[in-house]
């Protein structure tokens, strides 16, 4: 079964460092954008960042000069490298072969997708403690 398998959410302090890593299985990343989205304030589904075909960075202004969206040599796995992580970024983590802010939330989007064809991984918890 095709899928995306996330890792590497956890605890950390505030100023603390987390790498979360989306892993495709049964597919290939160059077929598709992808992106890393979390629960917004207002209930949206926010695209904290986001990789396309051709290699087309995104940031969210929250995150910028913080997270690094990355990939491996086998372009197996994605990867957000997060760092000076704040109380806010506390959020669940979904990682997807979608790049696109829909302001819609992430259980409606999530569906969405996959019946798009894409890929919606099982989310990664993120804590920051102040």
């Known amino acids: 079964e095709a899928q995306l398998v996330e890792s590497g959410g956890g605890s950390v302090e505030a100023g603390g460092a987390l790498r979360l890593s989306c892993t495709a299985s049964?597919?290939?990343?160059?077929?598709?954008?992808m992106g890393w989205y979390r629960q917004g304030p207002r209930n949206e589904c926010e695209l904290v960042s986001s990789i396309t075909r051709v290699g087309h960075l995104y940031y969210a202004e929250s995150v910028k000069g913080r997270f690094t969206i990355s990939q491996d040599d086998a372009k197996t796995t994605r990867y957000l490298q997060m760092n000076n992580l704040k109380p806010e970024d506390t959020n669940v983590y979904y990682c997807?072969?979608?790049?696109?802010?829909?302001?819609?939330?992430?259980?409606?989007?999530?569906?969405?997708?996959?019946?798009?064809?894409?890929?919606w991984g099982q989310g990664t918890q993120v804590t920051v403690s102040s």
């Open positions: 997807a072969t979608f790049a696109v802010n829909l302001h819609v939330a992430c259980d409606a989007l999530s569906p969405m997708v996959t019946g798009l064809g894409g890929y």
């Open positions: 049964g597919f290939s990343f160059d077929d598709f954008d």
